[in-house]
Nanobody
Framework: QVQLVESGGGLVQAGGSLRLSCQAS????????WGWYRQAPGKQRELVAT???????NNADSVKGRFTISRDNAKNTVYLQMNSLKPEDTAVYYC????????????WGQGTQVTVSS
């Protein structure tokens, strides 16, 4: 089992920046990729960005050029740098870990709220 704790959310004006952190603990060896997802009120959870253990990244089209996912192995932490934030980025952001065994994102954090004001 992998435990994930997100931090760094908050209220920011449009055009501003935030950096989210996801601290991982537990059976980290069982994970082969990490992801950030978000869920806005009344909408389904959507993928924002992913990063594999060999640092291959993938971003949703809606955040390309604005968001960057990265990881620090020594700190067991995954980051999401969010620049040029827009009101439509407002959501609860979740960190997730993909199981090496199943290929599914089966471990999730509790989420952190990001609110972008216009």
């Amino acid at each position: 089992q992998v435990q994930l704790v997100e931090s760094g959310g908050g209220l920011v004006q449009a055009g501003g920046s935030l950096r989210l952190s996801c601290q991982a603990s537990g059976s980290i060896f069982s994970v082969n990729a990490w992801g950030w997802y978000r869920q806005a009120p009344g909408k389904q959870r959507e993928l924002v960005a992913t990063i594999t253990n060999d640092n291959s990244t993938n971003n949703a089209d809606s955040v390309k050029g604005r968001f960057t996912i990265s990881r620090d192995n020594a700190k067991n932490t995954v980051y999401l740098q969010m620049n040029s934030l827009k009101p439509e980025d407002t959501a609860v952001y979740y960190c997730a870990a993909r199981s090496r065994a199943t290929g599914a994102y089966s471990n999730w954090g509790q989420g952190t709220q990001v609110t972008v004001s216009s």
